[in-house]
């Protein structure tokens, strides 16, 4: 199963846009100078905030300004804010025009796990976290699972509607209705809305909006894919090893490792600090065979954090000497400067370790043994491969 990605303002209002759902005016800024401009554009008060930092009002990162000075002014305190957090310090800028409410809505089109099919939720608590109305107001709360093989029941809904005493409902189920077709349309995990307002015009305005999709989706989704590789702010490793499938976490160490199953590449990890060693990474490999491992030793030695690789993977129905092959073409195209300890057994591991003796490589089959090893040419610039 795929990764989660979260999709935001900068991207998913112009999805809402194409799909017949309102959303305010907008621009997206970099500077104070830019702040300017975006509010003459709009002209009128507007709400400036940063895209994809989680609970940003409570943070006080969300701002409002009633002229230009004002809005070029809280560009800069919030830029400024942001600067002061490295977590945060990408964050993009959104400046919008400030809606009036005469109500607020939560909408959202989720999956629900346990059914295995999608659900609508409606709440006439918007502009809260959901979490919190559910524990403190559950009442306001309703959820509406959804037939794929048929779609959304309109009747079922506008009966729905009724318990969070929703107002303009023919509109209202229109935009349910749209936000269901976004959540098929694009593969989605999770489309919401909060607040969806309710303007004294009688008009229904999306606010501020989320997308989730699951990265296994992305051959499909051409566009949000191109999207996602603008804006990827991982490290082309991590990019790189998502693209095979294999589960990868990037750490502060200087060790990396190489695995085969969730489970020993967390014992690989406790193991190490308990030897006083700092891994790199998390890799669970998907392919444990010679290319694969070519390919993931080629990958990680990009890294210029790592010293040492262990490379521990037990083999069942895989080959060692597979494996071993493919250490070996590594080292000898790439000659790389990082020491390489193994502990590779299993099915065919005497031709393995006949392999890896070729290349000045002895495999270490005690698991303590091979982590001690892997620790101690971490700190050592003098031992040889």
């Not at 554009?41 to 701002?63: A, F, M, Q, S």
């Not at 969070?164 to 989605?188: P, T």
């Not at 990827?232 to 790189?240: F, K, P, Q």
């Not at 040492?308 to 000497?321: E, F, M, Y």
Request: hydrophobic share 40%; charged share 25%.
């Amino acid at each position: 199963m795929g990764d989660c990605i979260q999709l935001f303002e900068d991207y998913v209002n112009k999805i809402l846009e194409g799909n017949n759902i309102k959303v305010p005016k907008y621009k997206i800024i970099g500077n104070a100078e830019e702040a300017k401009s975006a509010y003459a554009d709009i002209g009128k008060e507007v709400v400036i905030k940063p895209i994809g930092i989680k609970g940003r009002g409570k943070l006080g990162l969300v701002y409002t300004a009633k002229t230009k000075e004002e809005a070029a002014d809280a560009t800069k305190q919030l830029l400024d804010k942001i600067s002061n957090n490295a977590n945060n310090a990408k964050a993009t800028i959104i400046i919008e025009e400030k809606i009036n409410a005469k109500k607020e809505f939560y909408l959202a089109v989720a999956i629900d796990t346990s059914l295995s099919k999608p659900f609508i939720i409606i709440s006439s608590s918007g502009g809260i976290n959901i979490e919190e109305v559910s524990a403190n107001d559950p009442d306001s709360i309703v959820r509406v699972p959804v037939d794929i093989t048929v779609g959304i029941n309109k009747d079922e809904i506008a009966k729905s509607l009724l318990r969070v005493s929703a107002e303009q409902n023919d509109s209202f189920l229109n935009i349910i209705s749209n936000a269901y077709s976004i959540f098929r349309k694009y593969d989605a995990e999770l489309v919401e809305i909060n607040p969806l307002i309710l303007t004294n015009n009688n008009e229904f305005v999306a606010v501020d909006v989320i997308m989730n999709i699951n990265d296994d989706s992305l051959p499909r989704q051409k566009e949000i894919s191109e999207y996602i590789k603008q804006h990827d702010e991982r490290s082309a490793i991590v990019r790189d090893m998502a693209s095979m499938g294999w589960s990868y976490v990037e750490l502060d160490g200087d060790i990396g490792i190489i695995s085969s199953g969730a489970g020993l590449c967390m014992s690989t990890l406790d193991l190490m600090k308990l030897y006083g060693g700092n891994p790199a990474n998390f890799l669970d490999m998907a392919q444990v065979d010679g290319n694969g491992l070519y390919k993931a030793l080629d990958m990680m030695s990009k890294n210029q954090n790592i010293k040492a690789i262990l490379i521990h993977l037990v083999a069942g129905l895989n080959d060692c000497g597979l494996m071993a092959e493919g250490i070996k073409k590594f080292v000898e195209e790439r000659n790389p400067n990082i020491k390489i300890v193994t502990r590779i057994v299993g099915n065919n591991e005497e031709v393995g370790d006949k392999v890896l003796r070729s290349i000045n490589i002895e495999n270490i089959h005690s698991m303590d043994k091979a982590v001690e090893k892997v620790v101690e040419v971490s700190r050592n610039d003098n031992i040889n491969r």
